[in-house]
């Protein structure tokens, strides 16, 4: 079946620095890509959306310059939180969707914690 | 637009009863729905999915849901509950019209009950 590979499971950093988490599908072509932001105990909330080789969509309040999304390739995107802050402390979990592939496959999402 | 409800954020069972999780959905035309698992620290697994072929649908682990039109509903069962099905499950929307993102539930927390 399909799997989306997402790394890393979790980190660790200091306020200000910019951390970059990869979602990589290993075995489809994902031409689309989400990524979504879960707080403790809370539902998954849609940040953007990103098609191969577009700019990303971002969900209202969700800060572009602060989240950027790279998806060069039709099986790899990032999400890189810049300057990051503890607020931006989260679980964050990718999820691709192919070509005919109805579906959608998620990644097992990463443990961000800004100290 | 689309949207689901979860009735309940917390579902206790014994191990060995029915399992019912609730989920309302709202769509101006027939939806896609799917209900997906998550453990703690973990990403989502698919239960199911409905996509208006048969109106019952199976899924894995032993889960089914029934889409019910007239009731609006999209309820998750399984007639015997495992230890190992204690998790977060969420109701789940696509989109509509040129988006096919998800939308998802509010989730519930099942847990199971030796």
């Known amino acids: 079946g399909a799997v989306v590979s997402q790394h890393p499971s979790w980190v660790i950093c200091k306020s200000g620095t910019s951390v970059k988490i990869e979602c990589r599908s290993l075995d489809f072509q994902a031409t689309t890509m989400f990524w979504y932001r879960q707080f403790p105990k809370q539902s998954l909330m849609l940040m953007a959306t990103s098609n191969e080789g577009s700019k990303a969509t971002y969900e209202q309040g969700v800060e572009k310059d602060k989240f950027l999304i790279n998806h060069a390739s039709l099986t790899l995107s990032t999400l890189t939180v810049t300057s990051a802050h503890p607020e931006d402390s989260s679980f964050y979990i990718c999820?691709?969707?192919?070509?005919?592939?109805?579906?959608?496959?998620f990644g097992s999402g990463t443990r961000l914690t800004v100290v | 637009a689309q949207s689901v409800t979860q009735l309940d954020s917390h579902v206790s069972v014994s191990e060995g009863t029915p399992v019912l999780l609730r989920c309302n959905y709202s769509?101006?035309?027939?939806?896609?729905l799917f209900w997906y698992v998550q453990h703690p620290n973990k990403g989502l697994q698919l239960l199911l999915k409905?996509?208006?072929?048969?109106?019952l649908v199976k899924g894995i682990n032993g889960f089914e849901a029934e889409f019910k039109k007239s009731e609006t509903s999209f309820h998750l069962t399984k007639p015997s509950a495992h230890m190992s099905d204690a998790a977060e499950y969420f109701c789940?929307?696509?989109?509509?019209?040129?988006?096919?993102?998800?939308?998802f539930g509010t989730g519930t927390l099942l847990a199971v009950q030796p």
């Open positions: 999820s691709a969707s192919g070509t005919g592939e109805r579906g959608y496959t």
């Open positions: 769509s101006s035309y027939s939806p896609s």
């Open positions: 789940v929307v696509r989109g509509g019209g040129a988006t096919n993102k998800l939308i």
């Open positions: 409905y996509t208006s072929a048969a109106t």
